[in-house]
């Protein structure tokens, strides 16, 4: 819960199952339980395709269209206002919620440049959502149904080779809806990351960052949210759960060693870190990596 009484739904990975849902759903009866105004985020990708109806949501608090054909993207942070998506009428979409280790791709790429990431380039700020071709979007909906269909069934054979091929084709066609143009750089974003990524393996604290580059903790978390949708401490902290998963994945190195090389302080916080954000302990996880593509 953010301190303006926003929820933000965290991805819980499922033992043995890459982290990737996908859901085919009447848009209306999906969101007719719902408050007015219900505002929410997301620590996750999600894509949403609309098969048919019409109406809106928003996305930090602007508003965007949804039109039968269209693609939409919803960045990690992003605050999403449903209230008028139980308008569409006739509605039917397709919701897919991925982390980045469901993409053999992302799996080791820091969060920090996720949205210069080409596969990732319909999530950038300055896109955001596409148009597919009538004759392209039969394939859509046979992708994501071909998607359903093998998640609804992960131990079968070639299951997870097939899921990550599949989120992955998908990925490219929503990237190459995206604008040709790539989005300019935020210098005082990339100035953040910069601080973050040279400053994350070592036990470094939000406040020391903020000291390191002349602003008060609150003045810049309150700034690099509104620039990316996630406070400063979220982004630390996804930096170093990212590199913990690529060494667990990677290497055989104890958690002791893996903490002491993420700015953890010892395998016991580890333990606790990794289990409240992920739902499952370091060592259960990285046995699951075993059995992934």
Do not use: C, K
């Amino acid at each position: 819960m953010r301190a303006d009484g926003t929820p933000v739904y965290r991805y819980r990975q499922r033992p043995g199952i890459p982290p990737i849902s996908v859901t085919r759903y009447d848009t209306e009866a999906a969101h007719s339980s719902l408050p007015p105004d219900h505002r929410h985020a997301h620590d996750f990708f999600v894509l949403v395709y609309v098969e048919e109806g019409m109406g809106s949501f928003t996305v930090d608090g602007a508003e965007r269209p949804l039109r039968a054909g269209e693609v939409h993207a919803v960045s990690p942070g992003q605050v999403i206002g449903v209230a008028t998506v139980a308008e569409l009428t006739r509605g039917h979409a397709w919701s897919v919620a991925f982390t980045p280790d469901a993409v053999p791709a992302l799996r080791s790429v820091s969060p920090l440049v996720w949205m210069h990431h080409p596969l990732l380039a319909l999530f950038s700020s300055s896109a955001g959502h596409g148009r597919i071709a009538e004759p392209d979007q039969p394939n859509w909906s046979a992708w994501l149904a071909d998607l359903a269909a093998e998640l609804a069934d992960p131990g079968r054979l070639g299951a997870p080779e097939a899921v990550a091929a599949l989120l992955t084709r998908l990925l490219v066609a929503a990237a190459r809806l995206a604008a040709s143009a790539p989005a300019t750089p935020d210098p005082f974003v990339e100035r953040v990351f910069a601080e973050i990524e040279a400053t994350f393996r070592e036990p470094v604290s939000a406040a020391d960052v903020a000291r390191t580059l002349g602003y008060t903790p609150g003045h810049l978390t309150t700034v690099l949210r509104r620039r990316t949708g996630r406070p400063l401490l979220e982004w630390i902290t996804e930096r170093r759960m990212t590199e913990v998963r690529r060494m667990l994945r990677e290497t055989d190195l104890p958690l002791d060693a893996v903490a002491a090389q993420t700015g953890l302080r010892d395998a016991t916080y580890l333990v606790r870190r990794f289990r409240d954000r992920y739902g499952i302990t370091p060592q259960r996880w990285r046995r699951t990596q075993r059995a992934w593509p």
